[in-house]
């Protein structure tokens, strides 16, 4: 499978902890991102990259979360002292030179 | 502030209706148009995109797809459901210049067999 892959798929957590999740895009794209979803709702966006850089965060994106990509490969997001409202779908999708975002299976994580 | 607006956020209809889901947004430059599906524990994916050009699209498994400017609306639809079809659909919409996607919240299509 070629396609944007996430890890891990469901992330459970007591308040507090610390979490990461890895993305890897579709080898050839050079644009990646991350959203969150929540039920009921829309991705929200919270970052992206073109190659290692970051070019974009959202202002709804608390100092607790980070996000890297070093190599401009894949990428990771962290949350620090994870709070019960961090729990959501954390989405990663990537694109080429089209508009169009192919997106990964999701992690969700639950925090306890 | 850019926004998407996707009025219906459940529709219920039966096997061979015809469905037609609302998407208007908010921006007046040019833009590009996305419909997603997300089916049950399934990522999303693409079922269709408008970037220029004829304004009717479409899309994988029999979904097309209508951008009206003058209404700022791309509402997608679909002659006759499948029980298959039970999904959210989400619109989503881009300046021409920015890949940054606005969303609107998803409409939960079920259809009953």
């Known amino acids: 499978d070629t396609g944007v892959s996430q890890d891990p798929r469901h992330k459970i957590t007591k308040r507090g902890q610390n979490v990461t999740f890895r993305c890897d895009p579709i080898?050839?794209?050079?644009?990646l991102y991350w959203y969150r979803q929540t039920l009921g709702q829309g991705p929200e966006f919270l970052t992206y990259?073109?190659?290692?850089?970051?070019?974009?965060k959202s202002r709804l994106l608390s100092d607790r979360f980070s996000a890297e990509r070093p190599k401009g490969s894949f990428s990771t997001l962290e949350i620090q002292r994870t709070e019960q409202g961090d729990s959501a779908m954390y989405l990663c999708?990537?694109?080429?030179?089209?508009?169009?975002?192919?997106f990964g299976e999701g992690s969700r994580l639950t925090v306890l | 502030a850019q926004s998407v607006s996707q009025h219906n956020h459940h529709v219920i209809l039966s096997e061979a209706a015809s469905l037609e889901l609302g998407c208007n947004y908010s921006?007046?430059?040019?833009?590009?148009l996305f419909w997603y599906v997300q089916y049950p524990g399934q990522h999303l994916q693409l079922l269709l995109k408008?970037?220029?050009?004829d304004p009717l699209v479409k899309g994988i498994k029999g979904f097309e797809a209508e951008f009206i400017k003058s209404k700022f609306s791309f509402n997608l639809r679909k002659p006759s459901v499948q029980w298959s079809d039970t999904a959210e659909y989400f619109c989503?919409?881009?300046?021409?210049?920015?890949?940054?996607?606005?969303w609107g919240a998803g409409t939960k299509l079920i259809i009953k067999p």
């Open positions: 999708a990537s694109n080429g030179h089209t508009g169009e975002l192919f």
């Open positions: 080898s050839e794209h050079n644009r």
């Open positions: 990259f073109q190659n290692e850089a970051q070019l974009e």
């Open positions: 921006y007046g430059g040019t833009v590009n």
């Open positions: 408008y970037f220029s050009g």
């Open positions: 989503a919409v881009n300046q021409d210049s920015n890949y940054q996607l606005i």
